[in-house]
């Protein structure tokens, strides 16, 4: 819409405020928001913000040494308009995505312009992608004072259990409700495995909006359990002994509006082989808190080991077959969390992909087994898959190492995501696990 259809539109909403959202290097939402009285003044540039806000982390609101940024500077964060949205827990306010602006050219920092160009990019070499993250999240009853390691789940109910379902269908509900309202098409919903936990599938779209849905969903799950006096946790790991959290990343490749994985296309197949490749570095990205790697572990699900398989549940990266429709349609990369910028982790993996159908490298046989029944066997001679990085500074080394993924980020945004990476990873390796969800749980 033009400004005048969009004034317009504020004051039959009555508008109050107009947000501009932002994802920083740490995956924390953010937003500045202007005056609606105030839309001439903003409507083309939008609102002036900090350079030094892509240079903090997740612990405190300080520009990390070593990222390239300092006090110094101002980018504009320009709106996105045709994500304009109605915040249904927030009435009297709008969402608007914005891009991150220097000198009027995109900023080489701003996450959401890397991700349009890795997606330009897979388009000029004749390919496109179809996303949706898969999310898992624990409903807590915080009572006042109560410190967030301290909170009980809702529930202690087990996989799929009806009786979780009874018992939390009004804040489920409410959740899909308000999702729906904003255009996030729930598709499928169950409890999980840990004490509550629950799933909820949405809507796959391309990529850009896949990534600006993950940010509706986490901010809308948040604000509709505060409101019924819950609170949401989408941290990887919340208890040594308790089911983590993921946030699966499904994927499909297509060209020239054909689906290509039904048919095991070799591009696919190329794609999944790059992934691969480059996985140990994209795990810095796409699982990037000490805590992320509490939940990575043998035996859990969440993908411990660089294989790739048929429904194989164990794998990084998990091909699944549905007898009811041409089979498979996408494929899941498992090894993502939502303390992952979705823009970065979702740019990352295309990039990862590409390069894997631009050298043509092949892809492994599938995996068949559990490699965590294997371990138990090892001494038998049994062969064991290679396990992935164990620790984020691991991953990180990895990333240094990886040219094809740096060069994708571009010099700048690498330097800040790398150097908030290790500063974190400081700060928390010898940190509990009880201590680091009192810390992170309001982030995540």
């Known amino acids: 819409m033009d400004q005048h259809q969009l004034a317009e539109f504020l004051s039959k909403e009555h508008v109050g405020f107009v947000r501009l959202y932002w994802c920083d290097n740490a995956n924390v939402i953010r937003a500045r928001a202007f005056r609606s009285t105030l839309l001439d003044e903003h409507f083309d540039h939008g609102i002036s913000l900090a350079q030094a806000a892509q240079g903090v982390s997740a612990i405190r609101d300080t520009v990390v040494a070593g990222t390239g940024l300092s006090a110094v500077g101002e980018v504009w964060l320009q709106p996105d308009w045709q994500t304009l949205g109605l915040l249904p827990f927030s009435p009297g306010h709008v969402r608007v995505f914005a891009d991150m602006y220097l000198d009027g050219e995109p900023w080489s920092y701003c996450p959401r312009t890397f991700l349009k160009r890795m997606v330009a990019k897979a388009k000029s070499q004749g390919y496109e992608l179809e996303a949706t993250f898969e999310n898992e999240f624990v409903l807590l009853d915080m009572a006042d004072g109560t410190p967030a390691s301290k909170a009980r789940p809702i529930d202690d109910s087990l996989f799929a259990s009806t009786s979780a379902m009874n018992n939390s269908y009004e804040v489920i509900d409410d959740i899909v409700r308000t999702l729906e309202s904003q255009g996030v098409l729930v598709e499928r919903y169950y409890p999980e495995s840990g004490p509550g936990q629950f799933e909820l599938s949405v809507k796959h779209h391309d990529p850009l909006r896949a990534a600006d849905q993950q940010v509706v969903f986490r901010e809308t799950v948040h604000a509709v359990a505060n409101q019924h006096g819950l609170k949401a946790a989408f941290l990887p790991k919340l208890s040594p002994d308790q089911s983590g959290n993921g946030c699966h990343l499904h994927l499909s490749l297509w060209q020239g509006g054909q689906n290509l994985v039904p ?67 996408h494929f899941e990369f498992k090894v993502c969390d939502a303390t992952s910028n979705p823009y970065l982790a979702l740019g990352a993996v295309i990039a990862a992909g590409m390069d894997g159908i631009a050298n043509e490298t092949p892809l492994s046989e599938p995996f068949e087994d559990d490699p965590a029944d294997l371990a138990s066997s090892a001494g038998q001679g049994a062969e064991l898959p290679e396990r992935l990085p164990e620790t984020l500074d691991k991953a990180v080394a990895f990333l240094k190492d990886d040219h094809v993924l740096i060069d994708a980020l571009g010099k700048d945004l690498a330097q800040a995501f790398i150097a908030i990476r290790e500063a974190e990873y400081q700060a928390l390796k010898d940190v509990s696990l009880s201590s680091q969800v009192d810390l992170l749980l309001e982030r995540y």
């Open 263 to 329: 048919g095991g296309s070799e591009s696919v197949k190329q794609f999944m082989a790059g992934l691969l490749d480059h996985l140990p570095a994209l795990m810095a990205i796409t699982t990037p808190t000490v805590n992320s790697f509490a939940r990575i572990t043998p035996g859990t699900w969440a993908g411990a080991y660089r294989v790739w398989g048929f429904d194989n549940r164990e794998a990084a990266i998990r091909v699944p077959t549905n007898p009811t429709s041409p089979s498979p349609t």
